[in-house]
């Protein structure tokens, strides 16, 4: 079984500075994949960043960048210099390579305060 | 431009009708996913298919059903409406491998 945690309900941020938003995952499967996806209030999904298991170093799309720690099943996405448009929910997901099902976290509110 | 198109966009309808929401893709995935989720809170899947003439029910149990006909094709269907049923869906697809998912703009449904 799959799991994913995110512990996190809301987080503020002072434009400008960067945010981490946490997230730890479970799986027995020993490749899958990890995403980080956007949700503004209009509703649809925006895809950020993915991180492959076997993948040696941290992903990074822009201003985006995941922070992976196999060890500790963590994948932290980290966002610099925050602007007022990351205003949003973020959902952590995860892919096991057993299965083609992907399972996302409860999610993080994120505001950026001006 | 999305290749993923889910219809209709919002839709309010009374208890008890038999409703339709469409999704369809043009990118020839072959696993199509249905997820529903209440305002602010998380996704849950409550229907998939990886082929035609292939569905299997997610890990949130639905009273709605699905079909795959066509590779392009996977609407979701309620036979009878209820307000329990309030909530957005959304469609996603991937061709698996290392693809990313695509997801459409979903559905907004209010059951009164």
């Known amino acids: 079984a799959q799991k994913i945690t995110q512990t996190q309900p809301g987080m503020f941020v002072q434009e400008k500075e960067a945010v981490t938003l946490d997230c730890t995952y479970d799986?027995?499967?020993?490749?899958?994949?990890l995403f980080w996806y956007k949700q503004p209030s209009s509703g649809e999904m925006i895809f950020l960043i993915y991180?492959?298991?076997?993948?040696?170093q941290n992903a990074t799309e822009g201003r985006y960048s995941l922070n992976f720690q196999k060890a500790r099943k963590s994948a932290n996405l980290v966002i610099s210099a925050s602007q007022l448009g990351d205003s949003a929910m973020y959902f952590c997901a995860m892919r096991g390579d057993s299965s083609y099902k992907l399972i996302f976290g409860s999610g993080t509110r994120l505001l950026v305060r001006p | 431009e999305a290749d993923i198109y889910q219809t209709p966009r919002y839709l309010v309808i009374g208890t008890g009708k038999k409703i339709t929401l469409e999704c369809s893709q043009t990118m020839g995935h072959d696993k199509m996913y249905w997820y529903q989720q209440d305002p602010g809170m998380e996704l849950h899947l409550i229907h998939y298919s990886y082929g035609v003439n292939s569905t299997e029910k997610g890990d949130l149990s639905s009273e709605s059903t699905v079909s795959r006909i066509r590779t392009e094709h996977f609407p979701l269907t309620l036979e009878s409406a209820r307000p329990s049923h309030t909530s957005q869906y959304l469609c996603a697809s991937t061709g698996g491998g290392l693809d990313g998912y695509t997801f459409g703009s979903g559905t907004r449904l209010t059951v009164v």
């Open positions: 799986t027995s499967d020993q490749s899958y994949g």
């Open positions: 991180q492959g298991s076997y993948d040696e």
